[in-house]
């Protein structure tokens, strides 16, 4: 599993993201996401999706009081099911952080945060873009580590 942590400046937020989540290592994840402040159903929500052990699987959360989000991105069965997963997870942490800052859906302004959101993943989202079988390799090279941008 390898965590990136990310700040996006022109908006003020913070995102860690978890890329090739296995089940094997949930409480890391977990303690992330009760460091935002999310308990209860949520949390107990995330924890069966880690727990589930499935391919193609992801989660974001997100917390508008202290504007932090977490976004988990399991492994996949091939690279288009990767790329669908960070992109279905980006469009959730878009939607997340445009409502907490009351941006308009229909306005450039959330284009260019999806805009900064990508570039700012790109760095290791990319890493892991032939398909996560494969990338089972890369997080065995990475092994474990944070990546600041």
């Not at 990136?4 to 860690?16: C, E, F, M, R, S």
């Not at 949520?42 to 976004?71: I, K, W």
């Not at 469009?91 to 997340?96: A, E, F, G, I, K």
Request: contains cysteine.
């Amino acid at each position: 599993m390898v965590r990136q942590q990310v700040y996006i400046p022109g908006y003020k937020w913070a995102v860690t993201v978890f890329y090739a989540a296995t089940c094997f290592r949930p409480q890391e994840i977990v303690q992330e996401l009760q460091r935002i402040g999310i308990y209860g159903e949520d949390q107990e929500r995330a924890l069966n999706n880690l727990l589930s052990c499935q391919y193609n699987t992801g989660l974001t959360f997100t917390s508008p009081a202290v504007h932090e989000s977490v976004v988990v991105i399991g492994l996949a069965e091939c690279p288009a099911e990767y790329a669908d997963s960070i992109d279905h997870e980006k469009q959730h942490l878009v939607q997340h952080i445009g409502k907490a800052l009351g941006l308009d859906p229909y306005d450039e302004g959330v284009c260019y945060l999806a805009g900064a959101i990508g570039k700012a993943l790109n760095p290791v989202a990319s890493l892991f873009a032939d398909g996560c079988q494969c990338s089972k390799n890369k997080v065995k090279q990475l092994k474990y580590r944070s990546i600041w941008n």
